[in-house]
């Protein structure tokens, strides 16, 4: 490929730019992935304690409603559950990582006072209560953990081929014409050095 580029000066000037700039570009992609790796790991860290504390958090809901229901009857906890309301409002906010758009979500209020009467209900079901906004709190944000994870990796996917691109193709290809062109070049330039002796030298022989 570097035979095909026309060995002049004003070419060698543009090589050496494009090869200085392709450099420059490969370092800059380098140090964004190796950041987007940074991330990607702590945000993979982030989601498996996530899960280890829902599950924890899962399992000591379930048995504060199994408490409820033996204590006050699964009819009468399935009607005050009817009558929550859902939880609709998440706040979600987006931070930008080298480019990559990452959600968070603002921490439901897991202390919030039920809704309905404490007349007639036990202890457990109040404690069931607010472990399972804790659980819709952990899931949320294991939502956005996981969709981090996802654009991150997607993100470290196009920049390690653009990188690759760069270190494999353009940069050997800017190296190659480069040593091309100054290769002609020299030898141009041995070329019209012997060319000059010999003028020279018939110059002399004529006098």
Same mark, same amino acid.
């Given at each position: ?9 004003? @070419? ?6 494009? =090869? +200085? ?7 800059? &992609? !380098? #140090? ?14 982030? @989601? ?6 829902? =599950? +924890? ?7 504060? &409603? !199994? #408490? ?14 009817? @009558? ?60 956005a953990v996981e969709t981090s994870v996802y654009r991150l990796a997607v993100q470290i996917k196009k920049t390690h081929k653009r990188v690759n691109a760069l270190e ?40």
């Amino acid at each position: 490929m570097a035979s095909k580029v026309t060995p002049t000066r004003g @070419a060698l000037m543009r090589m050496v730019r494009a =090869a +200085s700039l392709a450099q420059k570009g490969h370092d800059l &992609l !380098e #140090r964004k992935r190796q950041i987007l790796m940074m991330e990607l790991v702590k945000h993979i860290d982030d @989601a498996k304690n996530l899960q280890r504390e829902m =599950a +924890s958090v899962f399992a000591d809901a379930y048995k504060a &409603l !199994e #408490r409820a229901n033996i204590s006050m009857g699964i009819d009468v906890v399935e009607d005050i559950a009817m @009558a929550v309301p859902e939880e609709e409002d998440f706040i979600i906010r987006l931070k930008s990582i080298m480019g990559v758009e990452i959600p968070e979500i603002d921490p439901i209020d897991a202390s919030l006072k039920p809704s309905y009467s404490f007349y007639g209900t036990s202890g457990s079901l109040d404690i069931a209560y607010s472990a399972f906004r804790r659980v819709l709190e952990l899931i949320s944000r294991l939502a956005a953990v996981e969709t981090s994870v996802y654009r991150l990796a997607v993100q470290i996917k196009k920049t390690h081929k653009r990188v690759n691109a760069l270190e494999k193709v353009a940069i050997p290809f800017y190296k190659s014409s480069i040593a091309y062109i100054e290769n002609v070049l020299e030898e141009g330039e041995r070329e019209d050095i012997v060319r000059m002796k010999k003028a020279k030298e018939n110059l002399e022989k004529k006098k």
